[in-house]
């Protein structure tokens, strides 16, 4: 079965412009979360969503957004992009999300221009 | 709010040696307890979990005991060999499952 998957790889952008970054779960699995990785750091939980309801919000400010689908895949979104979103973007899915383990995907490696 | 510390790295071992990384939490109620690790060019994966005071997480030799009364969810293993260098992250779910909370890793080197 295929994990999580993740698109982009790579993205290169510049201060001001807008971003969206997509996620496909592991088949069966209806939860899926965002986290922000800088480099050297562990990941920084942003979202969480389950049966395409957010359930959980980290302490990012409202540039960032996201949005699951009814196929349970999810966008996240970051507007007005600023040098310091420069990072690695996971998406993690798990069958009904809550406290249950997070399988991760490779990531997204947004560099800001 | 929740929070995990772990030990800085980087941690340098030569093969067969004793391992202990610790890390400590912060959290109200009963959070759930995991070690995750990234090996070189790999994505995060789960290394072992624990869900309540008391148990014992364990996968490929590592292991973990949820400390309720020290707060703690040390990873220990007995002897460590050159393909476990990787980094190692702590990390918790908070009771309602509403967020996920990771330590800053440490990064394991094992040296032949």
């Known amino acids: 079965d295929a994990g999580v998957t993740q698109s982009p790889t790579h993205l290169i952008k510049t201060r001001g412009q807008q971003v969206t970054l997509r996620c496909s779960p592991i088949s069966g699995h209806k939860s899926v979360s965002w986290y922000q990785q800088v480099l050297g750091q562990g990941p920084q939980f942003i979202f969480q969503y389950y049966e395409k309801e957010e359930r959980g919000r980290g302490n990012f400010p409202d540039r960032f957004s996201a949005r699951q689908f009814p196929n349970y895949s999810s966008e996240l979104n970051v507007n007005a992009l600023l040098l310091g979103d420069s990072a690695l973007y996971l998406c993690?899915?798990?069958?009904?999300?809550?406290?249950?383990?997070?399988?991760f995907g490779d990531g997204t490696r947004l560099s800001i221009l | 709010g929740n929070s995990v510390t772990q030990m800085e790295g980087p941690v340098t071992l030569s093969e067969e040696a004793f391992l202990t990384i610790n890390c400590t939490y912060t959290?109200?109620?009963?959070?759930?307890l995991f070690w995750y690790v990234q090996y070189p060019g790999e994505g995060l994966q789960l290394l072992l979990k624990?869900?309540?005071?008391?148990d014992k997480g364990s996968n490929k030799g590592f292991e973990a005991t949820y400390r309720k009364e020290t707060t703690s969810f040390h990873l220990e293993k007995g002897s460590v060999q050159v393909s476990d260098s990787a980094v190692y992250f702590c990390a918790l779910s908070d009771p309602n499952g509403q967020n996920f909370v990771f330590g800053p890793g440490t990064r394991l080197s094992v040296l032949p």
């Open positions: 959290a109200t109620g009963y959070p759930s």
């Open positions: 624990a869900t309540k005071a008391d």
């Open positions: 993690a899915s798990s069958p009904t999300g809550g406290r249950q383990p997070q399988h």
